[in-house]
């Protein structure tokens, strides 16, 4: 699947040059915005996989409103300005920007800082998965554990009868063990 674009700035030109970049090199740029309110409400409607935001637009600069996106959206935040001082980059970091670019913007910087920054929100979902896999596995591990001890209670046997017995029960049954504990901790 292409990963979905998003662009905000204030500046008509700077969209247009920055669309027609990603563009011509086979990006889906699936909106624009040029202020924060925009930015925001494009976010939660378009969810885009990567913004492309400017830092100084009217109102609520683009840190701020980053912070704002991160609240409802996992995509990746590349921010542009004018400026690079190091204020501006503790707060970007802060903010957990993804890629910093200093503007004028140019093709030859723009292009792999786009294609980096889609490849560590990849990877952060990846890892984020498998974090997700190992929890519950834990919770699993722990439902289990209980679920023994119920049984050694009911079945008066000890604890490698009692984890044989659900071992069986599972294989007779075609059930994970997870979902048998769950059963054996609601009866």
């Known amino acids: 699947m ?3 674009i998003m662009i905000v700035d204030d500046e008509p030109i700077t969209r247009m040059d920055i669309r027609e970049m990603l563009e011509e090199n086979g990006y889906y740029v699936v909106g624009e915005g040029k ?3 925009e930015a925001i409400e494009k976010a939660y409607k378009l969810k885009p996989d ?3 935001m400017d830092v100084k637009m009217p109102k609520v600069n683009g840190i701020k409103t980053s912070s704002v996106i ?3 959206s996992d995509c990746a935040i590349l921010l542009l300005t004018a400026y690079s001082h190091r204020e501006l980059i503790e707060q970007a970091k802060q903010s957990d920007i993804n890629t910093y670019l200093v503007k004028p913007v140019r093709e030859h910087d723009l292009l792999p800082a786009v294609e980096m920054t889609l490849n560590q929100r990849s990877r952060f979902q990846a890892l984020q998965e ?3 896999k190992l929890e519950q596995k834990m919770v699993e591990r722990k439902q289990i554990e209980k679920a023994k001890g119920i049984l050694m209670q009911r079945l008066m046997c000890t604890e490698d009868e009692a984890y044989r017995y659900l071992q069986k029960r599972s294989m007779d049954t075609h059930t994970p063990l997870g979902t ?3 059963q054996v901790l609601q009866e």
Request: glycine share 12%; proline share 0%; net charge positive.
């Open 50 to 52: 990567l913004i492309i």
């Open 130 to 132: 498998k974090m997700g």
């Open 180 to 182: 048998l504990a769950q």
């Open 2 to 4: 292409q990963a979905k």
């Open 70 to 72: 991160r609240g409802f």
């Open 35 to 37: 202020n924060s309110e």
